[in-house]
């Protein structure tokens, strides 16, 4: 039998932390940060410790050339080390942003507080301790520069795997901030604010695994439309 998804909740408006103005007082770069809570299980089945969390989807509705991308989780989850953090952008691009491997030397420690992955951060997240309050550069070689060039707008997915069992945790909040070189874009972000969704899907049978690209093909959203320079004025 195939799980399939539905809509539980529309969460509405997110915090828009950017919109009183830019983040970045850079004049040719502007940054804006879209995000907000979360209320997600890790795993999401209810009845297990170990598996996918359903994914974490934020919605960039404005057409925005990504100069710089950071991502910034706060999670609450008594051994982080058992999870394995990605993102992926609407054009399908995924990083890895961290996970751990018993050959490297298994480490206690709990939660991820504020947590930024930024490719420019002096230190990679392997060489942080949790809960790794600050700024990290995602899990090496991977690299968020990925996303540069592509197109913002869209669904951006925070996806979670918690690697074993016995212990389980929840996704507080996640943000996005996106550095564009475009100062034409202000005006659009002023007309649009991110929304999140939270999406669950129904509990698979006992015995039935959960592939990751199985949840992917079960929870692809309707591709809302992104408001261009033409749609100004209009929904
Ligand atoms: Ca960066
Ligand atoms: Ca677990």
Known sequence: MRAHTVVLSFVGVLLLWGLGGPADADPVEISWTYGGQFDLRIPADPEASQGWMDDAILEVPAPLVIADLDVTVSLTHPKVFDLQLSLTSPA??????????????????????????DDEAAIPIEQGTAPFSGRFRPLSPSALADFDGQDACGAWR???????????????????????????TLVLLSLGAGLLRRRRRQPRPAGQTATHADLHA???PARRPCRGPSGLGSS
């Open 218 to 220: 079960a929870t692809t």
């Open 92 to 117: 399908g691009t995924t990083v890895l942003l961290n996970e751990f491997y018993l050959s490297d030397g298994y480490t206690e420690g709990a939660n991820y507080s504020q947590t930024t992955f």
């Open 158 to 184: 925070l996806e979670v795997l918690d690697k074993w069992q016995g212990d389980v945790g929840w996704l507080d909040a996640y943000s996005l901030t996106i550095t564009t070189p475009e100062p034409g």
